[in-house]
């Protein structure tokens, strides 16, 4: 029965969803308290969320488009659709707490995002800011330890010539 199939795919990418939500969050929580050392595992973990919320998305796609010609909407219906072409009874319910839940979710993803991008920017800025503010002098030592510099040692170079 494709109904079933369909609440059991919105179950699993509301599942999913939580998930990038928490990934998010765990995200944020390194990069205010400043252990930039992990944010690199962290963004890696978003990803896979997001690759396996596009196969749920995909799964769903092929759900939705099974239940769409049995009842009576077209392949490519949306989630609101199937609910408005629902029978009688409780599927139009269950579908719409389903598509609730997973709009508010996806408010919340897209607030923790944002402001993990602000973090990310202004980190950045911050890396340039500094990496422009440090001089870069190349140094060599010689035998017994000395340092040159590459101001001085052309300078040694050209005392030579």
Not at 52 to 76: H, I, K, M, N, P
Not at 94 to 105: C, D, P
Request: charged share 25%.
């Amino acid at each position: 029965m494709g109904v079933n199939e369909l609440s059991a795919v919105l179950w699993r990418e509301r599942e999913l969803l939580e998930l990038l939500l928490f990934k998010l969050e765990e995200e944020q929580l390194l990069l205010t308290a400043g252990k930039s050392r992990w944010v690199g595992h962290a963004s890696r973990e978003v990803e896979q969320v997001m690759n396996r919320l596009r196969d749920a998305a995909l799964g769903r796609s092929v759900e939705v488009a099974e239940l769409a010609t049995e009842w009576g909407c077209s392949e490519d219906a949306s989630l609101r659709e199937i609910i408005g072409a629902a029978p009688a009874g409780p599927w139009q319910d269950i579908f719409t707490a389903h598509l609730a839940a997973m709009t508010e979710l996806t408010g919340q993803i897209r607030e923790v995002r944002d402001v993990n991008e602000q973090f990310l920017r202004t980190a950045v800025r911050g890396v340039q800011e500094t990496l422009a503010g440090v001089e870069t002098v190349s140094g060599t030592y010689d035998a017994s330890g000395s340092a040159h510099h590459a101001e001085s040692s052309s300078l040694l170079f050209d005392e030579k010539l």
